[in-house]
Every structure is written in structure tokens, then in C-alpha cells.
């Protein structure tokens, strides 16, 4: 799944586009399994795999990293909306977070309008930051305050 | 290979630093976050971290610390991480309160700058403040970086909830502050 083209650049792994082996994943699962400041999750419907989900608050818990990955084929079937809101609701709900973030190259648009869609609003631009298809691609962080993730579940 | 400047000279971590390192580690004015106290580093911790460290020939971060010229004595701290190479590099200073306003940190934060785009040849260099430390974004600001992002209610620290702000300058903002250097690198991709 990591591998697919249309993954490349926001898969949220460490390393965003080199094409990965099947060690490399492997080993990248044992290093999550060993994480203990976060929460490391695969997005399971009809009992296949469609993709994962990272809740990361090694930085601080009062402000941590969101990050959801679905694979192509199952994209636009309302999993990544139902798996974000999971997803965010259980972060605040156990954490004591007062906002959370996440990071989108500037390029990946669908994923733009996804999270202002679930009440991220966009912080600004980090320049630079990545590169993707032979050109230097920018960073937009996006955010959440709890008080506006509580206004998002009142209606 | 020390790097002179007028005022300071940046130049490598040494044993004898360690005391330095651990008051500015321990001190709440001159540590950013306070996510990373208590305050109660060590000596032997310093040494330890120190002495772990091995030679390589590419590694991702660099440490130096600040001496005043005119006296030889050591200041504080100035270093990168998270190198990606020719691509990108984050920066972080630390000066003890005694050399403060005397345009130290500027022009060690100015040298390190210049080193990594005219040495190490990065594209950007990012640094990472929050709204409680105007001096520092101040201090960015003279040395060439713009304010890239903020975010809400990220940083706590003084009994305040803060806004953490990314600061970044490209390597085109560099030379434009440098017109008597000349950039033979430039951006390998063309434009962005």
C-alpha cells in the first residue's frame, strides 16, 4: 500500500517518497510497536485493510500530531471521515489536549479540503519544507482547538 | 575550523563545556520549552551526551558553541539539526543571560545561517519559537528569517498557552541579504 503512486509524498513516514521494501515496512512496524508516546492504528472496514492512523504526542500532549493515510482504492467511500473523526474524538477525549495538529504538503489538495472539512483551520506555510515531482514543495500545518473541535460535535 | 565573526567565534563542543551547557539547559530563560524541564540536567549528563557522540563524516546535526572574541570565553550554544542534506536545516541558540544585548546572539545566529547555506548548501533553513519569546522572533527577523506559521494554544510555558511559530528563510533571501556573494548553487530544481 506505502508504495502506491498516489501515496507518494503523504503517507506521514519518515521517509516520504523513496519507494520502501517489504523490510522496510516491517521494520517500521516493530519501531511503532515500541512507541509509547503514541498511538499507532490501522483503519479496518469489511475486515480488509484501507488504511492507518497516527495519534503522536511525544512532543507534548497538550498539542498533538494527527495523521490519516487511506489507501487509493478505498478513498471517497466516507472511511477516512469516519476514521478522522474516530480518531480525533478518542485524542480528546483521552488526552488532555488543548489543540492538535497536522502537517499537508501544499500540493495535496484533496487532503486541504479533507481537513478543513473535520474543522482544521491552516496556520500558515513552511517553505521548502518537502520535495515532490522535481520541485520543492511547502508545508501547511493545520490545527484544532478543543473548543472548536467541541463546537464541531454540538451539531 | 573555528567560524570567526567580529564578535564571536563559533567553535566545537568541548569537555570542558559542560558546566555551560548544563546552567543553560537548567535555566527557564534560556530554554525555550518548558515541556523539557524540571530543570535539573547534570553535569555528568552533559559529559555523557558528549562523549557518545562518534565521528562521521555526514552527520545531521552540528554543535557549536559561542565565544565572546574579545575575552575567548564561552557563551552559550548555537546548532542545527534535522539535516536533510543540501535541503533543509533547523537552527536553535542558547546565550547566557550575562551576554545578552550586546549583539552576540545575533551574529552567532547570522554565522551559523551563512554556513549552512554557503558550506552546507541547504535550500532553507527553519527555526521553531513560541509568541512568549518576542526577542527571539525579533532576533530572527534581523538575521533574514519571516514568520512561516503559527500555531494556537501548542506551546505552555510561564503559565501562558502559547502560539508555537515556524520561522523559515530560502536561500535566494539569504543571497539577497548578501549581494557580495555569489550564489553558483542556486535552486537545482529551477523555480519552486
Known amino acids: ?155 | 575550523m573555528p567560524i570567526e565573526g567580529t564578535l564571536v567565534t563559533l567553535r566545537e563542543e568541548r569537555d570542558s563545556d559542560a558546566e555551560l551547557l548544563a546552567a543553560l539547559r537548567n535555566d527557564l530563560d534560556t530554554q525555550a520549552w518548558s515541556k523539557t524541564l524540571p530543570p535539573d540536567y547534570t553535569v555528568p549528563m552533559l559529559r555523557k551526551r558528549y562523549e557518545a557522540r562518534e565521528f562521521s563524516y555526514d552527520p545531521l546535526e552540528g554543535r557549536f558553541i559561542v565565544e565572546e572574541r574579545s575575552t575567548g570565553t564561552a557563551i552559550g550554544y548555537v546548532g542545527y539539526s534535522g539535516l536533510q542534506r543540501r535541503h533543509s536545516a533547523g537552527i536553535g541558540v542558547m546565550l547566557s543571560k550575562s551576554a545578552w544585548g550586546k549583539g552576540y546572539a545575533e551574529e552567532a545566529n547570522e554565522l551559523l545561517v551563512r554556513f549552512l547555506f554557503v558550506e552546507l548548501g541547504v535550500q532553507v533553513v527553519h527555526l521553531w519559537t513560541h509568541s512568549g519569546n518576542p526577542r527571539a522572533i525579533g532576533l530572527a527577523e534581523k538575521v533574514g528569517f519571516k514568520v512561516a506559521a503559527r500555531m494556537r494554544h501548542a506551546v505552555y510555558k510561564n503559565g501562558r498557552l502559547l502560539d508555537n511559530v515556524v520561522m523559515d528563510q530560502l536561500r535566494e533571501e539569504f543571497y539577497a541579504r548578501h549581494p557580495e556573494l555569489e550564489d553558483e548553487l542556486g535552486n537545482p530544481f529551477g523555480t519552486d
Do not use: C
Request: glycine fraction near 6%.
Open chain 1, 1 to 155: 500500500m506505502v508504495n502506491h503512486p498516489e501515496l507518494r509524498g503523504r503517507r506521514y513516514l519518515d521517509d516520504e517518497e523513496r519507494p520502501l521494501s517489504a523490510t522496510d515496512v516491517e521494520r517500521h512496524v516493530e519501531k511503532l510497536q515500541e512507541d509509547k508516546n503514541a498511538l499507532h492504528l490501522k483503519v479496518v472496514a469489511n475486515e480488509e485493510l484501507v488504511g492507518y492512523a497516527t495519534v503522536d504526542y511525544s512532543w507534548d500532549t497538550l498539542f498533538p500530531f494527527v495523521g490519516l493515510v487511506i489507501a487509493p482504492d478505498y478513498q471517497r467511500s466516507g472511511y477516512g471521515s469516519e476514521a478522522a473523526r474516530l480518531l480525533i474524538d478518542w485524542a480528546f477525549t483521552n488526552l488532555p489536549a488543548t489543540a492538535m495538529h497536522s502537517w499537508i504538503a501544499d500540493w495535496n489538495e484533496a487532503a486541504l479540503r479533507f481537513s478543513a472539512s473535520l474543522g482544521f483551520a491552516e496556520a500558515g506555510r513552511v517553505r521548502r519544507d518537502g520535495i515532490h515531482d522535481g520541485r520543492f514543495s511547502d508545508s501547511i500545518p493545520v490545527e484544532i482547538l478543543r473548543s472548536e473541535w467541541e463546537a464541531t460535535r454540538a451539531h
